[in-house]
């Protein structure tokens, strides 16, 4: 994407271009919508230009799609996305009309209206650009701007949509094209949090996050926004606050390396740990130890469209080079398992594999945190907590900052809980905790 800039030259300083993006939950009931009316009408009246974009109504786009599905199994995809982004527009245009109800004044803007041009791959596209144009002589003309989001418009003139929870995405994006000061996610929960709540109720929210840590929590930030929406924020540079509608409780803000002093970065060597049962173990014992072998492997699964996450190969062990052998072991998602085990079937054949090993009883659980990068022996401790508990590691990848481990499943809350309070994250029992969504 490169959104065209336009800015909307705020004629006093203290003015700010503020985005504000409401969740399905936020818009959910016409009540709830009038207290995003009211939301947005503080902000604009404290002297801001407000952009809204909003979701549709809770259930909405599931129930438009269910009735798409009624019409056969695979419903052609560009009518899918003229049904679907009929949600957002009935939420654009009733959060208008709540503006005008409370004394303001506001405009709905459909996503053709804003043009936010996308590719044409239908329930997936992607966004190519945006023009601030429209948006600007709204607000020029002294309204609130309130976009539908999840759509747009490919060049042809067809509705497209961005993906499941893509209204996020359109929050980002046009807070980056207009080169808004700050882009608001209002949602159901108050934050991002140092892990899951639901398995460690000393789960702490998390004040200030780096695009790079949340990008690698995503296990843990994908229940909040679209982690699609943090790859925009983080190339474009805009500051995003993940916060509550339904509280004035300040959230978890995801900015860049330069929002954070030294001090504050140097403070928490990791800043969240997240798990993730999604991935299943296989290991193929036996294979020749020669070249082009993984070679082999990996290019089958990558024909079969499989991504492989971990990947291990044990050094060869044999009487000479030419019979030496080794065992291989990788993760790939559950969902791709059968097929997987196929293509491995196929081409351990040929590279002389005794036998495969699966294993879906396996969990990965992994530290973050930016702070790795200055601080040694954060790999250590975190082996060293599990090994406290018990818990034996099967298989170990780190990038600069995160370090995961595969164990089994079923030691997941105790090695979270282990690793939570190991790493100084719990909340400290004063302090305040309101996890829980509100749906
Ligand atoms: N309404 C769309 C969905 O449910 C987009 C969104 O809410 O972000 O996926
Ligand atoms: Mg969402």
Redesign the pocket.
């Known amino acids: 994407m490169s959104p065209q800039v336009q800015s909307t030259s705020p004629e006093r300083a203290s003015r700010k271009l503020v985005v504000m993006k409401f969740?399905?939950t936020s818009v959910g009931t016409i009540d709830r919508i009038r207290n995003v009316a009211r939301r947005c009408l503080a902000v604009s009246k404290a002297g801001n230009d407000v952009v809204v974009i909003v979701?549709?109504m809770s259930g909405?786009?599931?129930r438009l799609l269910k009735m798409a599905h009624e019409f056969g199994e695979i419903p052609d995809a560009r009518e899918m996305d003229a049904l679907?982004a009929t949600?957002?527009q009935v939420t654009a245009a009733l959060t208008a009309l709540a503006i005008h109800q409370q004394g303001g004044d506001a405009r709905s803007l459909l996503g053709h209206q804003v043009r936010v041009l996308t590719d044409n791959a239908f329930t997936k596209a992607r966004i190519k650009t945006i023009d601030g144009t429209k948006i600007g002589e709204v607000l020029r003309e002294g309204r609130i701007a309130v976009v539908a989001?999840?759509q747009g418009v490919d060049d042809q003139g067809n509705i497209t949509t961005l993906g499941?929870?893509?209204?996020?995405t359109s929050a980002v994006a046009i807070a980056a094209a207009i080169n808004a000061d700050v882009c608001e996610i209002y949602t159901d929960v108050d934050g991002v949090y140092t892990t899951d709540p639901n398995v460690c109720p000393l789960a702490r929210k998390i004040k200030k996050i780096s695009y790079e840590e949340m990008l690698e929590l995503a296990s843990l930030g994908a229940k909040v926004l679209?982690i699609r929406s943090v790859e925009i924020a983080m190339k474009y540079g805009v500051p995003v606050h993940v916060r509550s509608s339904f509280s004035d409780v300040e959230g978890t803000l995801v900015t860049s390396e330069e929002g954070f002093s030294s001090g504050e970065m140097e403070q928490l060597s990791v800043a969240g740990v997240a798990y993730d049962k999604n991935e299943a173990k296989l290991t193929m014992l036996g294979v020749q130890d020669q070249p082009g072998v993984v070679a082999k492997i990996f290019g089958a699964l990558a024909d079969g469209n499989i991504s492989v996450d971990m990947i291990i190969q044990n050094i060869g062990t044999g009487e000479s080079p030419q019979k030496s052998a080794t065992d291989v072991t990788f993760t790939v998602t559950k969902a791709d398992l059968p097929r997987a085990k196929a293509i491995i079937a196929k081409v351990g054949a040929e590279v002389g594999c005794r036998d495969v090993v699966i294993d879906d009883g396996i969990v990965k659980v992994s530290i973050v945190g930016m702070g790795m990068r200055s601080h040694a022996g954060i790999a250590a401790r975190m082996f060293q907590i599990l090994a406290s508990e018990g818990i034996n590691i099967q298989a170990i990848s780190t990038s600069e900052i995160k370090v995961s481990c595969i164990i089994s499943a079923k030691y997941t809350e105790l090695a979270v809980r282990a690793l939570h309070t190991g790493f100084g994250l719990d909340r400290k029992p004063e302090e305040e905790n309101h996890p829980s969504s509100e749906k």
């Open positions: 969740g399905g979701s549709a909405e786009t599931n679907a949600g957002e989001g999840f499941r929870g893509g209204s996020d679209q």
